[in-house]
């Protein structure tokens, strides 16, 4: 079993969303597959909700606010993918970072967004597992728009960061439609969509090495 936990403290930079295309994605190359939402919003679970419905493949929903959510890990899970709640700081996910095989970072382009996600970075790399390798950092570029100065000095001062830059996906209202529908990239086939799915696959390899 690996576990993938997606965090930062700054609200509002995808971590949602990063969560359900990732493990529909796992789910959809056969995995058995389990998302623990430790945020107490929900959102990630409303998403699973609407997903079962269509028939998608399955995958098991764990409530991560929960202390026993790693007991109530399926035990066929093979990858595990734990949203959890803006504001969080490594005291609050201690517990998740004890368990994660990798922890995934989504930063967007903006001085705030930047300077919230170096301040988290700076408190999670005090936790021990981090500060001995043991787990692995990776940091998401999350909705960017690459032919901007914004998104450019974005990127270039998070590959000068200690962590590195693992995906750098693009700004694109698809995420925000798919959502709702309870759908995810994953599902679908069409050259547009292709040109998204290739943002991931970076992602994908960093995560299969972790």
Excluded at 186 to 202: I, K, N
């Amino acid at each position: 079993m690996k576990i993938w936990l997606v965090a930062c403290a700054k609200g509002g930079v995808g971590k949602t969303t990063l969560a359900t295309q990732l493990v529909a994605a796992t789910a959809g190359d056969g995995h058995a597959c389990a998302l623990v939402d430790a945020d107490p919003q929900q959102s990630a679970s409303r998403w699973a909700a609407r997903r079962a419905a269509l028939g998608a493949p399955p995958l098991a929903l764990v409530d991560g606010t929960r202390k026993g959510w790693r007991k109530a890990l399926p035990e066929a899970a093979r990858r595990v993918v734990v949203d959890t709640a803006a504001g969080a700081d490594r005291e609050a996910l201690e517990g998740f970072l004890d368990e994660a095989d990798a922890l995934l970072v989504p930063v967007q382009p903006s001085a705030l967004d930047l300077e919230a996600a170096a301040r988290f970075l700076q408190d999670v790399a005090r936790h021990p597992r981090i500060r001995k390798g043991k787990l692995r950092v990776g940091l998401v570029g999350n909705r960017l728009r690459p032919h901007t100065l914004a998104s450019q000095q974005a990127l270039e001062q998070l590959q000068a960061w200690p962590f590195p830059l693992v995906a750098q996906l693009r700004d694109s209202q698809a995420y925000v439609v798919l959502t709702g529908l309870g759908r995810s990239l994953f599902d679908y086939h069409s050259a547009q969509v292709r040109e998204h799915q290739a943002d991931w696959a970076p992602l994908r390899r960093w995560l299969q090495a972790a």
